[in-house]
């Protein structure tokens, strides 16, 4: 069996154990809702019918999708150490990928679902007391270290200190 069938097969089972529409009774079944419709979505290219017939045609349009999603990861990549949203243009890339090829679709459902599950971890109300708590002390710390630098030098720049 092929990756297209097995990831059919899953979403028929996800489909199934998720309550029909209509009999949602609290907000919390509505993600596994939106991910069985997510899975739903058959793999493979979403180009124009009249582009896939002409096999020449589908290759070139192909070709022409991996070089403009090329050309914004690319740029995405160079944004990682330039001014610019690095990681959101990388993510637009392979989302132009993700309407050609299936690699690219399976990347950008595996992606996220991972961020699904950090943020779910996130929100764990012992994971979020951590992440306060952890907030807290660094700002005590960053505090304690400006007061010191203020009593020992008081409002002077650093390229002016005299000593």
Do not use: C
């Not at 002409?54 to 070709?63: A, D």
């Not at 090829?101 to 951590?130: G, I």
């Amino acid at each position: 069996m092929n990756a297209q069938s097995d990831e059919r097969d899953e979403a028929v089972a996800a489909a199934a154990s998720a309550p029909a529409t209509g009999d949602v009774t609290t907000g919390a079944a509505q993600p596994a809702q939106e991910a069985a419709r997510d899975d739903e979505r058959e793999l493979g290219s979403r180009a124009p019918h009249y582009i896939k017939r002409s096999r020449t045609l589908h290759i070139s349009w192909q070709v022409g999708v991996f070089v403009v999603g090329l050309a914004v990861v690319g740029a995405g990549v160079a944004m990682l150490v330039l001014p610019g949203p690095g990681w959101f243009v990388i993510f637009a890339g392979m989302a132009i990928w993700a309407t050609e090829f299936v690699w690219a679709q399976l990347v950008l459902r595996w992606t996220k679902r991972k961020v699904t599950e950090a943020a779910q971890r996130a929100l764990d109300p012992k994971v979020r007391r951590r992440n306060i708590i952890l907030t807290t002390v660094g700002l005590v710390i960053v505090a304690v270290l400006v007061g010191i630098y203020l009593w020992k030098f008081g409002i002077v720049m650093p390229w002016k200190i005299d000593q």
